[in-house]
C-alpha cells in the first residue's frame, strides 16, 4: 500500500493473489536494470501510477492482471491504451 517501486518488481505467491493499492511503479536510475513488473500471480493494482515501466507477463503463469483505476504516465488506463505498457499478450489484463 502507498509504496513506490523503482526498476524491476517480480514476485510469485503461487496461488495467492496478490494487491497493490495507491502504489507508484516509475523507473530507477540504472539503465543496466530493466523497468518492468513481472507478476506470476494473479494481481490487482488498485490506484497505482505507472510512469516509466511495463507490465512484463510471462505467458507460462497465465497470471490474471486487474487494474481499477490505474494511470500510466498520468493518464488512465483504458482498454486501448493498455497496450502501450503490457509486454506480451495483453488478453489477460482486466481493466475495471
Same mark, same amino acid.
Not at 493473489?17 to 493499492?21: G, I, Q
Not at 512484463?56 to 505467458?59: A, C, E, P
Given at each position: 500500500n502507498n509504496t513506490t517501486f523503482a526498476g524491476w518488481? !517480480?514476485?510469485n505467491e503461487f496461488f495467492k493473489? /496478490?494487491? *497493490?493499492?495507491g502504489c507508484t511503479f516509475?523507473?530507477?536510475t540504472n539503465p543496466e536494470i530493466y523497468n518492468v513488473i513481472r507478476p506470476y500471480s494473479e !494481481? /490487482? *493494482?488498485e490506484g497505482c501510477e505507472f510512469s516509466g515501466t511495463e507490465l512484463?507477463?510471462?505467458?507460462l503463469a497465465g497470471a490474471k492482471i486487474t487494474l481499477k483505476n490505474c494511470t500510466y504516465k498520468g493518464e488512465k488506463?483504458?482498454?486501448? !491504451? @493498455? *497496450?502501450?505498457?503490457?509486454?506480451?499478450d495483453a488478453s489477460s489484463? @482486466?481493466?475495471e
Open positions: 518488481t !517480480s514476485y493473489t /496478490v494487491t *497493490f493499492n516509475k523507473a530507477n !494481481s /490487482v *493494482f512484463w507477463l510471462d505467458q488506463i483504458t482498454d486501448a !491504451s @493498455v *497496450f502501450t505498457i503490457a509486454y506480451g489484463i @482486466v481493466i
